[in-house]
């Protein structure tokens, strides 16, 4: 299987603890996203990646959580101190950058994440 | 006011009828659009992009795009109960050429496929 993965599938922590998820994405691409998505709603960005380097972050991205992708490759977004309303799924993407073309992103499995 | 907003349904439609979905967009900076699937509990799986004005056809999906009016559509032919899923509609800004591919959705609509 060639596609966006993602670790673990499910994580269920305790309001406080820190979790970490992983992305591994699709080999060839050199970007890489971030994504919540809570019930109901479509994903709303959080991060991205051009290589190894975090171009943009949303506002939602508060300082608990922190992105890296080093090496260009798998990509760790962690959150510390969880919180209730951290509870979403994490979704990741990745395209690759085409020269005056399209960006068709190709999302992960996700990681749902259930602060208690 | 949402950059994307879709109908959130639900849309009920007969096996073997079309199902038409739409979006409208607020930034005129929007330059691609894209079409994901949503299954219960899974992720978004890509179905269609399109870029230019006009139709775009891939076996029974045709995406249409009318930038003037910022109103992007989906229509799903011969409908079957498999399509039932949510439907997400996103743009891209790609206004300046320093594009990301940062995709900003709608919150879906989910469409629903009786027998």
């Known amino acids: 299987d060639t596609g966006v993965s993602q670790d673990p599938r499910h994580k269920i922590t305790k309001r406080g603890q820190n979790v970490t998820f992983r992305c591994d994405p699709i080999?060839?691409?050199?970007?890489l996203y971030w994504y919540r998505q809570t019930l109901g709603q479509g994903p709303e960005f959080l991060t991205y990646?051009?290589?190894?380097?975090?171009?943009?972050k949303s506002r939602l991205l508060s300082d608990r959580f922190s992105a890296e992708r080093p090496k260009g490759s798998f990509s760790t977004l962690e959150i510390q101190r969880t919180e209730q309303g951290d509870s979403a799924m994490y979704l990741c993407?990745?395209?690759?950058?085409?020269?005056?073309?399209?960006?068709?992103?190709?999302f992960g499995q996700g990681t749902r994440l259930t602060v208690v | 006011q949402k950059e994307v907003e879709q109908n959130s349904g639900p849309l009920s439609v007969p096996e073997g009828a079309i199902a038409s979905l739409n979006c409208t967009y607020s930034?005129?900076?929007?330059?691609?659009f894209f079409w994901y699937r949503q299954y219960s509990g899974k992720s978004p799986e890509l179905i269609m992009s399109?870029?230019?004005?006009g139709d775009k056809e891939d076996g029974r999906f045709t995406a249409q795009l009318n930038k003037a009016s910022q109103y992007v559509s989906l229509l799903i032919r011969d409908s079957q109960p498999s399509d039932s899923a949510t439907y997400l509609c996103?743009?891209?800004?790609?206004?300046?050429?320093?594009?990301?591919?940062?995709?900003?959705f709608g919150q879906g609509t989910i469409l629903t496929v009786h027998p």
């Open positions: 996103a743009a891209v800004n790609n206004a300046g050429g320093t594009s990301y591919g940062k995709l900003t």
């Open positions: 080999s060839e691409h050199n970007r």
């Open positions: 990646f051009q290589n190894e380097a975090q171009l943009e």
């Open positions: 930034d005129r900076g929007s330059q691609s």
């Open positions: 993407a990745s395209s690759l950058n085409l020269m005056g073309g399209g960006t068709e992103a190709f």
């Open positions: 399109i870029y230019s004005n």
